[in-house]
């Protein structure tokens, strides 16, 4: 796939974001990049702007194999990953696969589960495997999370661990929307009955696993001049120096944000 291409694609995919989304141009940007460098988003707003509805969208016009986490208090590890369950006809054990076993898996509300269940989508997400009793699964290699999470002053949420906040390529603020994309939400979705949903609403797959692969190979072909490598690196460098920072980005955060220069 040429570069060109890659950007026909992306305007595609937005075209049809755009039949169900008003405004979030930008956090649709993102998305698109983290699509391409093959890397995860976390999605960070109050609640009712859209965040979930757009992973659904997003997904919707890829054609990728969906899975969907809902986040809650008692979520326990295998609920996430699947477990192996023994078959008393066959006197083995049979792999039982979780919803983390899918091309684009939406971890919606991911604060509102303690750390521990948390930590199940590391090995995941840096490695793209899920491990159950020593074997590891290989997960598809176009594999990406996107995540939504309320603000950490909301009530029941728990702070996300610093080794799955770093596998993240992008966290982005989802705002209000101004006074016009307001008005036109409600004038689109005002007379509906129950949540909208993004077949309902045209979004049609404009992709397909073998494209997108396609597309992120002809990404990862482009070269990164050396101004531009020197740049990311004392970028990074910075936030480890800082005072105001708690906690620096690592060198696969710059690793991360060199393949999403590419982009």
Do not use: W
Not at 34 to 52: D, N
Not at 210 to 233: E, F, H, M, Q, T
Request: negative net charge; charged residues 20%.
């Amino acid at each position: 796939m040429t570069l060109p291409e890659v950007a026909g694609l992306a305007e595609a995919i937005r075209g049809e974001v755009g039949k169900a989304i008003v405004g979030q141009a930008e956090t649709v940007d993102h998305l698109l990049v983290a699509l391409l460098a093959q890397g995860h988003v976390l999605l960070e707003g109050p609640p009712g702007t859209a965040k979930t509805f757009l992973a659904q969208c997003f997904a919707a016009s890829l054609g990728l194999d969906f899975g969907r986490i809902q986040f809650t208090p008692d979520l326990m590890p295998g609920d996430i990953l699947g477990s192996n369950l023994f078959n008393f006809q066959t006197s083995q054990f049979t792999l039982t696969r979780g919803p983390i076993f899918c091309e684009l898996l939406l971890a919606d509300e991911i604060n509102r589960t303690p750390p521990k269940t948390q930590a199940s989508l590391l090995e995941a997400m840096q490695e793209r495997r899920v491990t159950l009793d020593g074997t590891a699964h290989p997960l598809p290699p176009e594999f990406m999370v996107v995540a939504t999470q309320n603000p950490i002053e909301s009530q029941g949420v728990y702070p996300l661990p610093e080794a799955q906040l770093d596998r993240f390529l992008f966290k982005l603020l989802v705002e209000y929307p101004s006074l016009a994309e307001e008005t036109r939400i409600v004038a689109r979705f005002g007379e509906r009955v129950g949540p909208p949903r993004a077949a309902d609403l045209g979004i049609v797959p404009v992709a397909d696993p073998a494209r997108l692969a396609a597309a992120a190979a002809a990404v990862k072909g482009i070269a990164i001049a050396d101004s531009v490598v020197d740049y990311v690196v004392r970028l990074v460098r910075a936030t480890r120096e800082s005072a105001d920072i708690a906690s620096g980005a690592s060198p696969r955060a710059a690793v991360l944000l060199a393949n999403a220069a590419r982009a």
